[in-house]
């Protein structure tokens, strides 16, 4: 006998959850250079960064379905706009290429994460291209990128001596084309191909005839990214012979120029959100919205993946039998807590599983609200389809997977209602337009529309607007799952991954634990 459930129930849990005490003791194993290793102890602000900018690249930056509604820009336009920017508009070369520039750095770390991409070569040409290329460098360098910089035909104006030397103060390499290795693919995951931008005319010359031609021997590795214009393409016609480079991410600025319309690539991002509304009067510029803070947004469509190659390799500390609590409760409550502080989204966000008199399964998320020695809760309405599950057969299944930290738990159980007065409780903790919307909502039911609901809230809204108590509806309560199974995966290398199963016997208050085959 491992351990006693009785022994479990003399320690005190609270009933809804609280806020995470103190950070669970280290885990073993350094931080490892792959996505998706991970330590504890060490990945903790990377994690909760690692969200956010998931957050970001899944929600906020908005996706432009239909590329018809921006506008491309003639190459006269391109340099008018300049010229207007930099002349009655009070804008300098200077600030323009800064945020150019890191427009490009944000958009190449949107799309390619510093983990597995972290080699990046930027060639730069002698014009503000080449320029926009020094600076997305330097952000590069500080995102946490290695670059490196092949700058030929240096202008020796102040400008560029200045980015030049803020690179060498950050001990960014600079290679010359003669040492340049043939094969840019041993060396680098990225290149920035900040060669030629709007200005560029006629057939490239040496030494930048040399590099396009190498660009485009490379295969899938490394990545390149153009800046503005892939360079080498005439500027309107874009890649009339057919035979120019074909870059696999394409940062137009300001806005698109026109040869951005025979782009094929995965990725078009638009950067330089700086436009003043009086250049976009102007020039008829429809340009889509940057999202939150963004310096980018994505435009044109997302790109075609091929979802039988899409997988993930799980890298993990081990999951043993001698480091895991004896009671499932607190092991959940351990786990919990780490997902908790590394701040992943909706932790509480649970599957649950029901199935009917018909033995018919059903699933569907719902929000955990608190745990401990006597179950797992959640609320709902009575009368919806996994309220008549429950009532049908009560039991069900509950499904954790906490994505960034290759975990999840699956626990299963007898299900009952908890008290009125306990549900009550809840109830009237909620905002009040939960409240009102649990009253609006026959869940489950066929509605005719969403006006139906929304006239019923805004009546409702109205009738309490003095702020007196909101009656909770017979129909809504909680649920608690008494669990008698638990299973704690941790993703592992090769499919191989730890799976420890709690498990309780008729009649016996002991848990067992044993490990399954992946
Ligand atoms: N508001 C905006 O939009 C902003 C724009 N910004 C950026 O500025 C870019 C436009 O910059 P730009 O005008 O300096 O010209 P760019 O294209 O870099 O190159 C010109 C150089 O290349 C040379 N060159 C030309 N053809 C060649 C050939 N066949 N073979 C060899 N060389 C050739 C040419 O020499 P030339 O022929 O004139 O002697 C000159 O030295 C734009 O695309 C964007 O990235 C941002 O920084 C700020 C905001
Ligand atoms: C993350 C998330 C959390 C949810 N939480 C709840 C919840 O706590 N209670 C609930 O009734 N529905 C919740 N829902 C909505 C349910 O998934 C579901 O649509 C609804 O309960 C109706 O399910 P049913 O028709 O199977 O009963 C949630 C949905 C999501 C995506
Ligand atoms: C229909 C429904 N009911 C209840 C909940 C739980 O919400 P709350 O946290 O307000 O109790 C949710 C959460 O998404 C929901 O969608
Ligand atoms: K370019």
Same mark, same amino acid.
């Given at each position: 006998?491992?351990?006693?459930?009785?022994?479990?129930?003399?320690?005190?849990?609270?009933?809804?959850?609280?806020?995470?005490?103190?950070?669970?003791?280290?885990?073993?194993?350094?931080?490892?250079?792959?996505?998706?290793?991970?330590?504890?102890?060490?990945?903790?602000?990377?994690?909760?960064?690692?969200?956010?900018?998931?957050?970001?690249?899944?929600?906020?930056?908005?996706?432009?379905?239909?590329?018809?509604?921006?506008?491309?820009?003639?190459?006269?336009?391109?340099?008018?706009?300049?010229?207007?920017?930099?002349?009655?508009?009070?804008?300098?070369?200077?600030?323009?290429?800064?945020?150019?520039?890191?427009?490009?750095?944000?958009?190449?770390?949107?799309? %390619?994460?510093?983990?597995?991409?972290?080699?990046?070569?930027?060639?730069?040409?002698?014009?503000?291209?080449?320029?926009?290329?020094?600076?997305?460098?330097?952000?590069?360098?500080?995102?946490?990128?290695?670059?490196?910089?092949? %700058?030929?035909?240096?202008?020796?104006?102040?400008?560029?001596?200045?980015?030049?030397?803020?690179?060498?103060?950050?001990?960014?390499?600079?290679?010359?084309?003669?040492?340049?290795?043939?094969?840019?693919?041993?060396?680098?995951?990225?290149?920035?191909?900040?060669?030629?931008?709007? &200005?560029?005319?006629?057939?490239?010359?040496?030494?930048?005839?040399?590099?396009?031609?190498?660009?485009?021997?490379?295969?899938?590795?490394?990545?390149?990214?153009?800046?503005?214009?892939?360079?080498?393409?005439?500027?309107?016609?874009?890649?009339?012979? $057919?035979?120019?480079?074909?870059?696999?991410?394409?940062?137009?600025?300001?806005?698109?120029?026109?040869?951005?319309?025979?782009?094929?690539?995965?990725?078009?991002?638009?950067?330089?959100?700086?436009?003043?509304?009086?250049?976009?009067?102007?020039?008829?510029?429809?340009?889509?919205?940057?999202?939150?803070?963004?310096?980018?947004?994505?435009?044109?469509?997302?790109?075609?993946?091929?979802?039988?190659?899409?997988?993930?390799?799980?890298? &993990?500390?081990?999951?043993?039998?001698?480091?895991?609590?004896?009671?499932?409760?607190?092991?959940?409550?351990?786990?919990?807590?780490?997902?908790?502080?590394?701040?992943?989204?909706?932790?509480?966000?649970?599957?649950?599983?029901?199935?009917?008199?018909?033995?018919?399964?059903?699933?569907?998320?719902?929000?955990?609200?608190?745990?401990?020695?006597?179950?797992?809760?959640?609320?709902?309405?009575?009368?919806?389809?996994?309220?008549?599950?429950?009532?049908?057969?009560?039991?069900?299944?509950?499904?954790? %997977?906490?994505?960034?930290?290759?975990?999840?738990?699956?626990?299963?159980?007898?299900?009952?209602?908890?008290?009125?007065?306990?549900?009550?409780?809840?109830?009237?903790?909620?905002?009040?337009?939960?409240?009102?919307?649990?009253?609006?909502?026959?869940?489950?039911?066929?509605?005719?529309?969403?006006?139906?609901?929304?006239?019923? %809230?805004?009546?409702?809204?109205?009738?309490?607007?003095? $702020?007196?108590?909101?009656?909770?509806?017979?129909?809504?309560?909680?649920?608690?799952?008494?669990?008698?199974?638990?299973?704690?995966?941790?993703?592992?290398?090769?499919?191989?991954?730890?799976?420890?199963?709690?498990?309780?016997?008729?009649?016996?208050?002991?848990?067992?634990?044993?490990?399954?085959?992946?």
């Amino acid at each position: 006998m491992r351990s006693s459930m009785r022994r479990v129930t003399t320690m005190t849990f609270s009933f809804l959850l609280q806020s995470s005490p103190p950070l669970p003791p280290v885990l073993p194993k350094p931080l490892l250079s792959h996505e998706h290793r991970y330590s504890l102890s060490s990945i903790l602000p990377l994690l909760t960064q690692r969200s956010r900018l998931r957050t970001l690249s899944t929600k906020s930056i908005p996706i432009m379905q239909d590329s018809t509604s921006v506008s491309y820009l003639s190459q006269r336009e391109a340099a008018e706009i300049d010229e207007t920017l930099m002349g009655p508009l009070g804008f300098s070369v200077d600030q323009l290429m800064e945020l150019a520039g890191l427009s490009v750095a944000t958009s190449v770390a949107e799309v %390619y994460k510093p983990s597995e991409y972290s080699r990046v070569l930027a060639i730069c040409g002698p014009g503000n291209n080449g320029g926009d290329g020094l600076v997305a460098a330097r952000h590069l360098h500080h995102f946490g990128y290695k670059p490196s910089i092949c %700058y030929p035909k240096r202008t020796p104006k102040s400008l560029y001596t200045g980015l030049v030397t803020q690179l060498e103060s950050l001990s960014v390499p600079f290679v010359s084309v003669d040492d340049l290795p043939e094969d840019l693919s041993k060396d680098f995951d990225v290149i920035i191909d900040a060669i030629f931008g709007f &200005s560029f005319h006629g057939a490239p010359r040496p030494p930048f005839d040399d590099i396009i031609r190498r660009l485009l021997s490379l295969q899938k590795r490394p990545v390149i990214v153009s800046v503005d214009i892939p360079s080498g393409w005439h500027v309107e016609e874009g890649d009339n012979e $057919g035979g120019g480079i074909k870059p696999d991410m394409l940062v137009s600025l300001t806005a698109p120029k026109l040869c951005a319309k025979r782009f094929c690539g995965p990725h078009h991002f638009l950067g330089g959100r700086f436009v003043p509304p009086s250049v976009a009067e102007k020039y008829k510029l429809e340009l889509p919205s940057y999202p939150g803070t963004s310096m980018c947004v994505r435009i044109g469509k997302p790109p075609k993946v091929d979802i039988s190659a899409m997988r993930v390799n799980y890298v &993990s500390p081990e999951l043993l039998e001698d480091q895991v609590e004896s009671y499932p409760i607190l092991q959940f409550r351990k786990w919990f807590d780490e997902a908790v502080a590394a701040g992943l989204r909706e932790t509480n966000a649970m599957a649950l599983s029901t199935t009917n008199k018909d033995r018919k399964p059903s699933s569907r998320m719902v929000l955990l609200k608190g745990f401990d020695e006597n179950g797992f809760v959640w609320f709902t309405n009575y009368e919806s389809k996994k309220g008549s599950d429950l009532s049908e057969n009560p039991f069900a299944a509950l499904l954790f %997977y906490w994505e960034d930290m290759n975990r999840q738990v699956r626990i299963e159980g007898a299900v009952e209602r908890i008290s009125e007065e306990e549900s009550e409780t809840y109830y009237h903790s909620r905002p009040r337009g939960s409240q009102i919307g649990a009253i609006v909502s026959k869940q489950s039911s066929v509605v005719s529309g969403r006006h139906v609901l929304y006239d019923e %809230y805004e009546e409702l809204t109205k009738k309490y607007s003095d $702020g007196s108590v909101i009656p909770k509806p017979k129909n809504w309560g909680g649920f608690r799952l008494k669990p008698n199974l638990f299973e704690f995966w941790q993703g592992q290398p090769s499919r191989l991954h730890d799976r420890l199963q709690y498990s309780l016997q008729e009649g016996n208050p002991a848990w067992i634990i044993r490990r399954l085959a992946p």
